[in-house]
């Protein structure tokens, strides 16, 4: 059974950090490409950060600089550093595993931005 768990969302305040992780089973972690998506209320949902196998990155032009992701294939998990959070930030951040046809997803951990 495929499961993608998040954790480590919360409510910090503007400036803040907060780190995200993805705990992954029942699939062959190292073979999938990992990402940290994001859903406002009222938008639609966007890329927040990529990890190819090979550890290859790629960003979201509002997050670079900010946001790190990270995986570690050891223990199936994969990353996400949120440094300089922005009240824009605030979202459900989901987590997706993607291989070819292959393509799953957490059920979401929410974000707070607030003062």
């Known amino acids: 059974q495929v499961q993608l768990v998040e954790a480590g969302g919360g409510l910090v305040q503007p400036g803040g950090s907060l780190r995200l992780s993805c705990a992954a089973s029942g699939f062959t972690f190292i073979l999938f490409r990992m990402g940290w998506y994001r859903q406002a209320p009222g938008k639609h949902r966007e890329l927040v950060a990529q990890i190819t196998t090979g550890g290859s990155t790629n960003y979201a032009d509002s997050v670079k600089g900010r946001f790190t992701i990270s995986r570690d294939n050891a223990k199936n998990t994969v990353n996400l550093q949120m440094n300089s959070l922005k009240p824009e930030d605030t979202a459900v951040y989901y987590c997706?595993?993607?291989?070819?046809?292959?393509?799953?997803w957490g059920q979401g951990t929410q974000v707070t931005v607030s003062s």
């Open positions: 997706q595993a993607r291989k070819v046809v292959y393509d799953y």
